[in-house]
């Protein structure tokens, strides 16, 4: 047999509360005694909301000026560590993160925010948060667990969608994880929450709003080479950002830049689907003042 189709999926376990599997655990001791710098970037997500589009953003705003070399032989995920992961063949997150050369480090997590380091607030590092709406969220997500054999298996849609409104996926609810940075926004300030939403209709003003949290004076026109550099399309073909270097993901299942759309959830729920889900998260985000879009 082929090498993806012996990998062994693993299977969800509460950790502190959180569907979590071992690549994500294994290293706790090590993640929680991280060491955030005050310059560091955190970029928080919760799985398929836009992480390595705004990682790819801000790789550029802060390094374009390093070269092609780096843009052309460095896959993403080996210049924005992804922190609590630990996979076969790589050094942890946290080696590659205290590896970093260069600075500001830019740093990748899914944790939800009662888990992050402590480390990020004692030092007040940046935050910058994507969230995106929860229907093509689910959407995606199943996606990438059907290809990504390092995952849970989904089973098939209506199952996932059943998992996904348990709070049952890796990482926990979304619910939980898109409301818990918006409430810590209230108390800390230096976090960017951004809408994938807002991305998809208009990425260079969401490229400028994040030049201006990060205090950097880029200029017109290098915004917009940014702009077109991070576009769909390029960073599909792009080998350095479309993850077709990892082993694990199966690309004849569905490639890793899926759409990159806003409503794509309309191809995949029911009418009945639809209608409990909207029950549900009715309940679910009733305490929050935060607003998305599932559809622009
Ligand atoms: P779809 O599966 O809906 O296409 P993450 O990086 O957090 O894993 O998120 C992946 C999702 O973001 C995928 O969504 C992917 O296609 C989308 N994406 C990645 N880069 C994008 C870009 N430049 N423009 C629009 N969507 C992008």
């Not at 090590?30 to 955190?42: E, S």
């Not at 790789?59 to 210049?79: C, D, H, N, V």
Request: aromatic content about 14%; overall charge neutral.
């Amino acid at each position: 047999p082929d090498f993806l189709s012996s990998i062994t999926r693993p299977e969800v376990y509460d950790f502190e509360g959180v569907s979590m599997i071992p690549c994500f655990t294994m290293n706790w001791v090590n993640i929680q005694k991280f060491q955030a710098r005050p310059d560091d970037i955190l970029i928080a997500t919760y799985p398929k909301a836009g992480t390595t589009w705004v990682s790819y953003i801000l790789e550029l705003l802060f390094f374009s000026k390093l070269g092609a070399e780096r843009q052309k032989t460095m896959p993403i995920y080996m210049r924005v560590p992804f922190l609590e992961g630990i996979f076969p063949g790589l050094p942890t997150g946290v080696e590659l993160a205290d590896q970093l050369p260069t600075s500001p480090r830019l740093i990748k997590t899914h944790l939800p925010v009662q888990l992050v380091p402590k480390s990020f607030w004692e030092q007040n590092s940046r935050v910058v948060y994507v969230a995106r709406n929860a229907k093509d969220n689910a959407v995606s997500y199943f996606h990438f667990d059907r290809m990504n054999k390092g995952q849970p298996d989904p089973i098939d849609w209506s199952t996932d969608l059943q998992k996904f409104m348990d709070g049952k996926k890796v990482f926990g609810p979304w619910y939980d994880h898109v409301c818990g940075y918006w409430e810590k926004k209230q108390t800390y300030s230096n976090i960017h929450y951004m809408f994938f939403e807002d991305m998809v209709e208009d990425t260079g003003r969401e490229v400028e709003h994040l030049c201006s949290f990060l205090g950097l004076s880029t200029p017109i026109e290098e915004r917009e080479r940014i702009t077109k550099g991070t576009h769909f399309d390029t960073m599909k073909l792009n080998n350095m950002t479309n993850y077709s270097t990892v082993p694990v993901m199966d690309f004849n299942v569905s490639p890793f830049m899926r759409k990159g759309k806003v409503g794509d959830w309309k191809n995949h729920f029911t009418v009945a689907q639809n209608e409990r889900f909207d029950e549900h998260y009715k309940q679910r985000m009733k305490n929050t003042t935060l607003q998305f879009r599932t559809q622009i």
